[in-house]
């Protein structure tokens, strides 16, 4: 079995406050697991950093941008393995035992995502949920909402996390490949409010464009802006 306190968790956090206490939760029910909960703030003005506090997380803070925030987070962990997630995530009971198992078994050159479930019984949500696992099939193309477990020594190996405003979870995944990459039976909730709100192939069609327009060489801050409008 894997040793006890073998992980550290990474949450990037803007005005997180609606969001971020389901997720705590669940993190600190396993804390046998974890060396510590690393919330990296980009500027939050809500009560974010309050209910961070408040459990016992480590909070760091700086500009905001998620690639800057997620580096900032990973350079204050402790444990040799780095769990990133997004804030509006939540897991499924028994993800400790899976990820503990997962841990004990696998090495540090590779690194892991989950599989992606929407908050949601739209039949739109699980479209949208087989499109993410064929792009993940096809491409080992995973997104930050699907959680990524990398050990620091291969991060490290591939240049660290990006520090861009956007995309940085499509520029590592791209500097690992499909040599480093694989899937682990982790499922990972994600809130489904803005699907709902825009609509569920609107939002997966821009999504899918700010894609292939990086891909095409937009950079990633010009994407953040249009992003931000």
């Known amino acids: 079995m894997v040793m006890s306190a073998a992980l550290s968790v990474v949450i990037p ?38 209910l961070a506090a408040k459990v016992g997380a480590r909070i760091v803070t700086g ?31 028994g993800w400790d035992a899976t990820l503990c198992q997962r841990l004990s078994t696998q090495h540090e050159t590779c690194a892991y995502y989950g599989k992606l479930r929407f908050e949601s019984e739209d039949p739109r949500a699980r479209l949208l949920e087989f499109g993410v696992a064929l792009r993940c099939a096809l491409f080992r193309l995973p997104y930050g909402d699907q959680g990524l477990l990398i050990h620091s020594d291969l991060l490290a190996a591939v240049g660290g996390m990006p520090d861009a405003p956007l995309m ?22 994600t809130d489904a409010s803005a699907y709902i709100r ?19 060489g937009r950079s990633a801050a010009r994407l953040a802006e249009d992003y931000r409008r």
């Open 168 to 189: 940085e979870d499509v520029i590592l995944a791209s500097r690992l490949g499909r040599k480093y990459l694989a899937p682990m039976n982790l499922t990972v909730r």
């Open 13 to 50: 956090t803007l005005n997180e406050a609606a969001h971020l206490p389901a997720l705590l939760r669940e993190l600190m029910a396993a804390r046998g697991l974890m060396i510590s909960v690393i919330i990296s703030d980009g500027g939050s003005t809500d009560d974010t950093l309050v």
């Open 198 to 216: 825009d609509g569920w192939l609107l939002r997966a069609g821009k999504n899918l464009w700010r894609l292939l327009c990086f891909i095409a």
């Open 63 to 93: 500009a905001s941008g998620r690639g800057g925030q997620l580096r900032r987070g990973i350079a204050a962990a402790e444990a040799p393995w780095i769990l990133l997630l997004h804030a509006d995530s939540s897991l499924l009971p």
